[in-house]
């Protein structure tokens, strides 16, 4: 729609703004998904453990983390919101081709999942006073179940734009529609995508914690719930870096298989090449571009390992893959941003590895409940906090920014799926929206955040006065 | 019954339950910088929505979802074409939904409190009242029919869209869902907030009763059926109802009438555009309908098993939250001293 006429805008591309936007807010609502995935199992594990044992230091854990869980689920549910309606709203083009098929997971989702967490959650905030124990304990691990449901109808649609499957193309109709809802669900990139997610998700949440007890126990306060939580936390980390090496092992086999360019991609592999030339680099001086290679680190036989599971196999590579596409959807180029495809990975895989590396060193200075230790290791402890979620943003961008030129792979272009109704100006409008105003939550989120985690845990615990009624605004 | 026409249904009733339900929340929150003298009174009011609010907000999200999966052209068209207000109303909910849960924690990052929580207050106002006036706008356009070309993409401005019968809808939504959120405080606050509720809501509501009546007659004259006349017969009466309810202290009768009000109203609406879903003003044989906008069979079949099961699951656990949460909200229940 336009607002007026805006003349001497319209060469503003509402494409290239609306990938911007797109990938802006994605950005900034998956810095909270992960927390609140990994977060809220954290915290009905430490309730279920005050339930179990009845000791204080569960409950105030509980409480601490529960708040630190709810300040980002907030944020989570209304940028959640800016996604669905994106959709429609500068992707209708995508909208009308693929909605028969996408649709579905997202519907889905909503009526198996969403209203499902949104409503226990409820229940848990304001439960407290009102639930008998175990009925409230219930209440936060239905909202977990919720929670990983609703990121399972969530990869389920991503999963089609990686590998489309359970789908015809209608061509009266000009659109894709669905005739396997079973394959949509059970998509090989969805099934590897979601493990993926879940384990990378818990490092986030456990990393957060770790910092948390970190801040304390440097100043010597909350001593024994503050061990608890760091020990916790740092295994929590460590158990969900292994998951997350795992499953990302088993996600880049099903990306080899779906997506071959992506994984060439990743790789700047030119070449198609087998055995001992499937090499992985480690470190490229020049520029991964294949021409100009000054420098580089690189261990044979392992792209091939990672890509086949065997040490002589082959690995496709960019100019073989393009040709071959070039053949099959015509002229045009189908080799996403090398430079970005490349050092994202790598920075991915790093960034998960570094966070690991410092769950098994602070796992082993904390043994034997050991908390006098130098500054400098808390500090590092807290400011390690940020690196998973740092190491999955990356990821997310390989993987939606790999699959380009595709919106969804080898179906419809990202240059076609644009709103035809929309003009830059509409779509510059609300750029400037969505920035201002999810700049200015950044800020107010991160200071409350900080200061729930610096508070600490509560001298007094809640009363068990069940006439009372909870009110948590 | 064709699958499409049960989509139209599903949909409808979605929508509908999204309105009945934040309807009131959005009605509370206008009613701040009515009823709200001090801070413990507008926590009695933001509390009195605190558990549910969330979980009223999620059905427009659900009805949004399950739009783009049954009918997908209408999503896409709609979306798109109404970019501007939709981005205003997405910007309005996330005031809100931040709003709420930020105005008291304001202490704990050492901010001028009274500075901290009117800021906040002032969101939530207008979190409110935007989305409220903004949805009857959208609806009363989708009744009335846009400019669409033979793609079903939308031609027209931000301007096309603030006509005379769409602003009447837009202040017919804004007023209703204000008095809807004062019969709710009626309902779940005790103390002198109660009555000053009810007396807010007689004239909120006299208004609210001239304007639907204008607008729901100028529907029913535009989009003539038999079951838009019950209906809309039948909103007439039970918005009138409700407010005699409201004036002899039956809170609970006044806002069961209110939620039929919303229900009818909103249902007749949904009974004008059938078997349209979105019609176009440029060439009636532009128009989305029920037919050229749905999705195929199987994923019509796919979803309404999924709905069947699911939708009565839904409103049994939400109906026990409103069960848990249904003790009222009072100065007293404020614990002194919190923030």
Avoid: C
Avoid at chain 1, 144 to 155: P, T
Avoid at chain 1, 212 to 217: D, E, N, P, S, T
Avoid at chain 2, 54 to 68: M, Q, Y
């Amino acid at each position: 729609m336009h607002i007026a006429n805006p003349a001497v805008l319209t060469d503003l591309s509402a494409l290239d703004l609306s990938r911007w936007q797109f990938g802006l807010t994605t950005v900034y609502h998956f810095l909270f998904v992960p927390l609140t995935i990994g977060m809220v199992v954290l915290v009905a594990i430490l309730q279920t453990a005050w339930v179990k044992t009845n000791n204080e230091k569960f409950l105030k854990l509980t409480k601490l983390f529960g708040k630190v869980f709810l300040i980002n689920f907030a944020m989570g549910v209304v940028t959640g919101i800016v996604q669905e309606f994106q959709f429609g709203m500068n992707w209708s083009a995508y909208s009308r081709f693929v909605g028969d098929v996408f649709g579905a997971p997202l519907a889905m989702e909503g009526l198996l999942a969403f209203f499902f967490e949104a409503t226990f959650i409820g229940l848990w905030i304001f439960g407290w006073d009102r639930l008998p124990k175990k009925v409230h304990l219930a209440t936060i691990w239905l909202t977990a179940l919720g929670v990983w449901l609703s990121a399972y109808f969530i990869l389920a649609a991503n999963g089609f734009m990686q590998n489309p499957v359970g789908f015809q193309i209608n061509e009266a109709k000009n659109r894709a529609e669905l005739v396997d809802i079973g394959a949509v669900l059970t998509n090989i990139v969805a099934i590897n995508q979601f493990p993926h997610t879940i384990t990378a998700s818990f490092m986030f949440a456990g990393a957060v914690v770790v910092a948390v007890g970190a801040y304390h126990l440097k100043r010597k306060q909350f001593i024994e719930p503050m061990r608890t939580a760091t020990r916790f936390g740092l295994w929590t980390v460590l158990l969900g870096g292994i998951g997350t090496v795992i499953t990302g092992d088993g996600l880049g086999l099903a990306m080899v298989q779906t997506q071959p360019m992506k994984m060439a991609a990743a790789e700047a592999l030119y070449k198609t090449s087998t055995g001992a030339d499937a090499s992985f680099s480690i470190f490229t001086l020049g520029t991964p571009d294949g021409v100009s290679e000054l420098f580089s680190v690189r261990i044979p036989y392992l792209l091939s390992y990672l890509s086949t599971h065997t040490l002589n196999g082959t690995v496709e590579g960019l100019n073989d893959l393009q040709a071959q596409y070039v053949h099959l959807y015509g002229p045009g180029n189908y080799m996403p941003v090398l430079w970005i495809t490349y050092w994202a990975f790598r920075w991915m895989i790093g960034l998960g590895a570094l966070s690991m590396l410092i769950a098994v060193v602070g796992l082993v200075l904390t043994r034997k409940w050991k908390y006098n230790l130098p500054n400098w290791v808390w500090n590092v402890a807290i400011w390690a906090a940020p690196l998973p979620v740092l190491g999955i943003s990356i990821g997310w961008m390989f993987t939606e920014m790999g699959r380009q030129p595709w919106i969804v792979f080898k179906l419809m272009k990202t240059a076609s799926a644009v709103s035809p109704g929309i003009n830059g100006v509409d779509v510059l409008i609300s750029l400037f929206v969505f920035t201002l105003i999810y700049g200015a939550l950044a800020v107010v989120e991160f200071k409350l955040l900080l200061a729930a985690a610096q508070k600490g845990v509560e001298e007094q615990v809640v009363s068990e006065d069940a006439d009372k009624l909870a009110v948590a605004y | 019954m064709q699958l499409n026409e049960i989509w139209f249904l599903i949909v409808g009733f979605l929508f509908i339950g999204y309105f009945v339900l934040d309807g009131f929340d959005f009605g509370v929150g206008m009613a701040i910088p009515f009823l709200g003298k001090d801070d413990t009174d507008r926590r009695v009011l933001i509390n009195s929505i605190g558990p549910v609010w969330d979980l009223n907000e999620t059905w427009v999200i659900v009805a949004g979802a399950t739009l783009f999966a049954a009918f997908p052209e209408w999503y896409a068209s709609l979306f798109s074409g109404f970019y501007l207000p939709l981005l205003l109303i997405l910007a309005a909910l996330i005031a809100r939904g931040v709003a709420f849960e930020y105005r008291g924690k304001g202490h704990t990052i050492g901010a001028d409190e009274k500075k901290w929580k009117s800021r906040f207050d002032w969101m939530i106002v207008i979190g409110s009242a935007l989305p409220s006036l903004l949805w009857g706008v959208a609806f009363a356009n989708i009744v009335q029919g846009v400019p669409l070309n033979k793609d079903h993409v939308y031609t027209g401005t931000l301007f096309t869209l603030l006509n005379p019968y769409g602003l009447l809808g837009g202040l017919v939504t804004l007023t209703l869902f204000f008095t809807h959120g004062l019969v709710f405080i009626t309902l779940k606050t005790d103390g002198d907030i109660k009555d000053r509720a009810r007396a807010l809501a007689t004239k909120a509501g006299t208004v609210t009763t001239v304007l639907a009546a204008g607008f729901l007659v100028w529907t029913l004259v535009a989009h003539f059926s038999l079951i838009g006349f019950i209906l809309t017969a039948l909103a007439a009466l039970s918005l009138i109802a409700a407010l005699f309810a409201n004036h002899y202290k039956r809170e609970g009768i006044s806002f069961s009438l209110l939620v039929f009000t919303i229900i009818t109203a909103v249902g007749s609406l949904f009974a004008a555009l059938f078997p349209n879903v979105f019609p176009s003003t440029t060439n009636p044989a532009f128009s989305l309908t029920i037919d050229n906008a749905s999705s195929s069979q199987y994923t019509l079949t796919v979803m309404t098993w999924v709905a069947v099961f699911m939708i009565p699951l839904v409103l049994i656990y939400q109906g026990w939250t409103y069960w848990v949460f249904r003790k009222r909200v009072s100065r007293q229940s404020i614990p002194a001293g919190s923030h």
